[in-house]
């Protein structure tokens, strides 16, 4: 079935580094453009970065921009997430999700995420 | 603080009906009909319920509805259920790829 599934989630230190993967199967992930969504304890989901199908196009949040990396190989139907210079509000659970359908702007399906704890 | 605005929680009892409703600007709700509408159940993965304002994904129940009116948009869960209370997260294309969500409703089923 269709299924995303994250990891490399952990307690860093501040300023510290940390890459997030996420295995895609069951669904042709080379033509979806992919997303990761985060969300800090107590407070509500936040769009993070997009990344398009080929891998030619990146998109990032302001919060993030300059810091994280959107990367992806299509060979292993993965996706990436290069997180540096973290900072403890980047504290927070880290879904990956694709794209519906082309050109809904929804998100789907997602995975169960991994949390990422910034701390000294 | 969100970009969109959700209340908090909202609830109600079995077989009733209940509006969520989702705040922004002319700058994403207003602007754009590419409201979404997320379920989550605790330590599950987000669900798309609804996409494009009003448009349900294939095997979400009828139950499920959605408008918009101006800058804000609803979400409309009639006849409640059990398993319907979870969080409920609305989310808005907000232009030049950026999105922006609520900051959640917890749904209770009385």
């Known amino acids: 079935q269709v299924q995303l599934v994250e990891s490399g989630g952990g307690v860093v230190p501040p300023g510290r580094s940390l890459r997030l993967s996420c295995a895609a199967s069951?669904?042709?992930?080379?033509?979806?453009?992919m997303h990761w969504v985060r969300q800090a304890p107590g407070r509500g989901l936040e769009w993070v970065a997009l990344?398009?199908?080929?891998?030619?196009?990146?998109y990032y949040a302001d919060s993030v921009k300059g810091r994280f990396i959107i990367s992806r190989d299509n060979s292993k139907n993965t996706l990436y997430l290069q997180m540096n210079s973290l900072r403890g509000e980047d504290t927070a659970v880290y879904y990956c999700?694709?794209?519906?359908?082309?050109?809904?702007?929804?998100?789907?399906?997602w995975g169960q995420g991994t949390l990422v704890t910034v701390s000294s | 603080q969100s970009a969109l605005t959700q209340p908090p929680s909202a609830s109600g009892s079995p077989g009733q009906s209940v509006t969520i409703s989702c705040t922004g600007t002319s700058s994403d709700v207003g602007g754009y009909n590419y409201v979404s509408w997320y379920q989550v159940h605790p330590g599950k993965a987000p669900k798309l319920m609804i996409y494009e304002v009003s448009k349900r994904p294939s095997g979400v129940p009828d139950r499920f509805s959605g408008s918009k009116s101006g800058n804000t948009a609803s979400l409309t869960v009639s006849g409640l259920q059990a398993e319907d209370e979870a969080d409920y997260h609305c989310s808005s294309y907000a232009g030049r790829n950026n999105w922006v969500f609520g900051g959640g409703t917890e749904l209770t089923v009385l």
């Open positions: 990344i398009s199908y080929d891998g030619s196009n990146k």
């Open positions: 999700a694709s794209d519906y359908d082309s050109g809904s702007s929804a998100l789907d399906p």
């Open positions: 069951g669904f042709t992930f080379s033509s979806n453009t």
